[in-house]
């Protein structure tokens, strides 16, 4: 099956038809104020609507209060809820129960540990997106972690693989862990927040060349 692709941190309508004709199953759309990447939830419901329908559009949301985040979806209407932030597997299965919408959670791998802690989660999200630990941001920052942690662990979940993945490198996390779907933010970018075409495309190609080698 084709590793699918996020690209995350999407800010413009030109960048969604990049990322859409480069090949990426799902783009990402941020909603933490502090964020280089940041839009407003009016910003978000406008690139939602102009987003094809084939792709899949995830609102990325960090440690937001519930009554944000039931406007945040009224508004933005995402196909998934990308929790990135402290939230925990409670709050996550009541807001499951309540809403028919996929829901994420992003967790930081600091070590084995934390995979193994991972399970806290089954019943309460969707999936899974392994990163970097958080740095100033919770996501975002160009960084990977030991990609061999991953090769021991028994998934109960569906997941997908992030932190600091680049068009360089991208094909060699595929092989260590065999990801199901890989998520890029700065890795396509030419400086914080900024989206690079021709990265964005280079990114898709490698996954992509990957999957037919």
């Known amino acids: 099956m084709p590793t699918h692709i996020k690209i995350c941190g999407l800010k413009t309508e030109a960048e969604i038809v990049a990322a859409t004709k480069s090949g990426a199953t799902h783009i990402g759309l ?32 960090v440690n937001a209060e519930p009554g944000y985040t039931v406007k945040a979806l009224e508004i933005v209407k995402p196909d998934v809820v990308q929790f990135h932030g402290t939230e925990t597997h409670q709050w996550l299965r009541l807001l499951k129960e309540a809403t028919s919408m996929e829901i994420w959670k992003a967790l930081g791998v600091k070590d084995a540990e934390t995979l193994k802690n991972s399970a806290r989660f089954v019943g309460a999200a969707d999936l899974l997106l392994f990163d970097a630990p958080a740095q100033a941001l919770p996501g975002g920052t160009g960084m990977r972690f030991d990609w061999s942690l991953l090769a021991d662990h028994r998934h109960q979940l569906p997941w997908a693989l992030a932190g600091g993945l680049t068009s360089t490198n991208v094909a060699d996390a595929l092989r260590q862990t065999r990801a199901p779907m890989v998520d890029t933010s700065s ?18 190609k490698a996954v992509r060349d990957y999957d037919n080698s």
């Open 30 to 61: 941020n909603n933490y104020e502090p964020s280089p990447r940041y839009v407003n939830l009016e910003q978000a419901a406008s690139l939602r609507m102009r987003t094809p329908e084939q792709v899949k559009v995830v609102l990325l949301l």
């Open 187 to 204: 890795g396509v970018e030419s400086a914080p927040g900024i989206k690079d075409m021709d990265k964005i495309d280079e990114f898709c």
